[in-house]
Every structure is written in structure tokens, then in C-alpha cells.
């Protein structure tokens, strides 16, 4: 059984440094954890907008190269979640194009059907932006063979989406000083349970010493 004075050594040492201390340590390292936070999206961000200057320049090579380097970020880096992730707008654009004038040189029974989407849609909207394109696959499907170059046109937006996973802890300075909040957050939390504990026991089991 562990004597009073042995409890009252124990409090003595838990109480040698101060919650305020502690509090004032896992303030400081709360605000360095956010600054690496930050450090990171930031870092995120530049590399997706990288993909995105790659992607207008039209250089299919180099603009994988850029999704290279954000997916590496990405994977290897906590607080970098990409949101709805990178979307390739330019390269989808370029398809669509290329796949409509495809479909230009196509012709059947009721004659070249897209020359006459286009004569539809031309004077409403600029040429291959999205709302002409939707405009365009509207007019097709009003023909019996419009439903073939409906499909050729029709490129899934889903495979020019990029999205990368982050993970939840990271072994870089902001994933250290997260550590070091965290250690100092249980520190408090042992410091306060301790004492309060070893209160009780001098209060309730040693009254008569």
C-alpha cells in the first residue's frame, strides 16, 4: 500500500509544472502546425495549377508530367485534399473538336445532320465551348441517325477528372508538429487527471494519517 507520503511526493512532482505552461506550449505548436498546414495546400495548389497551364498549352506529354508531380505531392503530403480534384477543361475541348469534325465529314439519309446543328447552334453560342457542344448533341438526337454521332461526340467528362488521395499523417514538418500537439494535449490531460486522482486518495483513504 502506498503511503501518504508517497502520494503527497507524487502531486508535489505533477504539480512542478504548470497547466498554463503546458497550455501556452500547445498554443505555439498549434499555430506552427497551421502554418505547415497551410504550407501544404498552398504547395497542392501551385502543382494543380501547373496541370492546368500544361493542359491550355496543349502539350499532352508535359501536362502528364505535371499530373505526375501532383499526384507525388498529393500522396506524399497530409492537408492536400484536391476537393473535386483536377479537371482537364482544355483537353476536353480539343477532343470534343477533333471528334466533331470527324462527324462533320459524316453524312446520311437526311444529308450531312451535323452541318445542320451547327447552322442551329453557331449564331446562339461561340464555336466549341461547352454550351455549344451540348447544343450540338441536342440538334443530333432530333434525327434518326443522329443517335451514332451523338455517341461519337459525346466524350465522358470523367476521364479527364484527376483526383488524388492525401493521406491522414505525413512525415513531414507538418505531420511532426500535428505529433507534438498531440503528445503535449495528452501531457495536459495526464497532468489533470493525476493530480485530481491524487486529491482523492489523499482526501478519502488517508484522513486518519
Known amino acids: 500500500m502506498v503511503d501518504k507520503k508517497q502520494v503527497q511526493r507524487n502531486?508535489?512532482?505533477?504539480?512542478?509544472?504548470?497547466t498554463w505552461q503546458l497550455?501556452?506550449?500547445?498554443?505555439?505548436a498549434s499555430f506552427?502546425?497551421?502554418?505547415?498546414?497551410?504550407?501544404n495546400n498552398i504547395g497542392m495548389v501551385e502543382r494543380r495549377e501547373a496541370v492546368y497551364a500544361a493542359d491550355i498549352a496543349g502539350d499532352d506529354k508535359i501536362t502528364q508530367g505535371r499530373l505526375y508531380d501532383l499526384q507525388r505531392y498529393v500522396s506524399a503530403h497530409m492537408n492536400t485534399n484536391m476537393g473535386k480534384g483536377a479537371f482537364l477543361m482544355a483537353a476536353y475541348n480539343r477532343d470534343k473538336q477533333s471528334l466533331m469534325l470527324i462527324?462533320?465529314?459524316s453524312s446520311g439519309p437526311n444529308g450531312n445532320i451535323y452541318k445542320k446543328a451547327q447552322d442551329v447552334c453557331a449564331p446562339q453560342y461561340s464555336n466549341w465551348s461547352?454550351?455549344?457542344?451540348?447544343?450540338?448533341?441536342?440538334e443530333l438526337a432530333k434525327y434518326p441517325a443522329g443517335s451514332s454521332l451523338n455517341s461519337t461526340v459525346n466524350v465522358s467528362p470523367d476521364l479527364y477528372l484527376h483526383v488524388y488521395?492525401?493521406?491522414?499523417?505525413?512525415?513531414?514538418?507538418a505531420g511532426w508538429s500535428v505529433l507534438v500537439c498531440v503528445v503535449i494535449l495528452i501531457m495536459i490531460i495526464i497532468r489533470l487527471t493525476g493530480v485530481i486522482i491524487l486529491k482523492i486518495l489523499l482526501r478519502k483513504h488517508y484522513k486518519s494519517i
Open 11 to 18: 502531486l508535489s512532482q505533477l504539480q512542478r509544472i504548470k
Open 23 to 28: 497550455i501556452i506550449l500547445l498554443i505555439l
Open 32 to 39: 506552427v502546425a497551421a502554418t505547415f498546414l497551410r504550407l
Open 103 to 105: 462527324a462533320q465529314a
Open 130 to 138: 461547352p454550351a455549344y457542344v451540348e447544343c450540338t448533341i441536342g
Open 165 to 173: 488521395t492525401s493521406p491522414l499523417w505525413s512525415p513531414d514538418f
